[in-house]
């Protein structure tokens, strides 16, 4: 069955250092997502990208991150100066489709990348 | 705007009882909704989904849920629990094109 994955699983940064965070979506998906979740926190919706754009962010996803497609199939989120708060578990996501049918525009996750800002 | 209320922080149950988890959702059309699970440093496994259809909803590892519209409500139940259910559980609601899930469960499993 194919997956999302991402790389690295595990990443430990200084704090204003930047930081890439890449993901490689299922193939034949054209809506991508980033979500967090803080050390004993819910997961947070981050931005959802489709079609070389941002389609969607939360107030979380300020100036300090960017998304980015960079070729046709790694996804990639990008902090630029890291802080110590922006430690947590990334987790991307792909759909086939953003609507109906929602069969198709279930999300699939990958495992997280762990980012730790120290 | 969506949201999943999960009122149970923590919950323990013996190997072998019954469990059950609630969830309750607002949302303003059809709902999509999910149950997933994660192990301590793991991701997100999806357990089950209702889209529409039959309102109980079978998963993987025995897991099934009932989504019951008047009380917006989409708890999630497994008949015999298994030590190695033990995991933090979320509620997920689709919709907005996005996933919003709610603060999750932390099941414990005692022999």
């Known amino acids: 069955e194919p997956e999302v994955t991402q790389t690295p699983s595990h990443q430990v940064t200084q704090m204003g250092q930047e930081v890439i965070l890449r993901c490689v979506p299922i193939s034949n998906h054209l809506y991508f997502y980033w979500y967090r979740q803080i050390l004993g926190q819910k997961v947070e919706f981050l931005v959802s990208?489709?079609?070389?754009?941002?389609?969607?962010k939360s107030e979380i996803f300020d100036d300090q991150f960017s998304v980015e497609r960079p070729d046709g199939s790694n996804f990639t989120l990008k902090i630029r100066s890291t802080k110590l708060e922006d430690s947590a578990m990334y987790f991307c996501?792909?759909?086939?489709?953003?609507?109906?049918?929602?069969?198709?525009?279930?999300?699939?996750f990958g495992p997280g990348t762990r980012l730790t800002v120290t | 705007a969506q949201s999943v209320t999960q009122p149970d922080i923590h919950i323990t149950v013996s190997e072998g009882a019954s469990l059950e988890l609630r969830c309750n959702y607002s949302?303003?059309?059809?709902?999509?909704l999910f149950w997933y699970v994660q192990s301590p440093g793991q991701g997100l496994q999806l357990l089950l989904k209702?889209?529409?259809?039959?309102?109980l909803v079978q998963g993987i590892k025995g897991f099934e849920a009932e989504f019951k519209r008047s009380q917006s409500s989409f708890n999630l139940r497994k008949p015999s629990v298994h030590w190695s259910d033990a995991a933090e559980y979320f509620c997920?609601?689709?919709?907005?094109?996005?996933?919003?899930f709610g603060t999750g469960t932390k099941l414990q499993v005692i022999p």
């Open positions: 990208f489709y079609n070389n754009e941002i389609s969607e």
């Open positions: 996501a792909s759909s086939e489709k953003r609507a109906a049918p929602p069969e198709r525009s279930e999300q699939y």
């Open positions: 209702y889209f529409s259809g039959d309102t």
């Open positions: 949302y303003g059309a059809t709902p999509y």
């Open positions: 997920a609601i689709w919709g907005y094109q996005k996933v919003t």
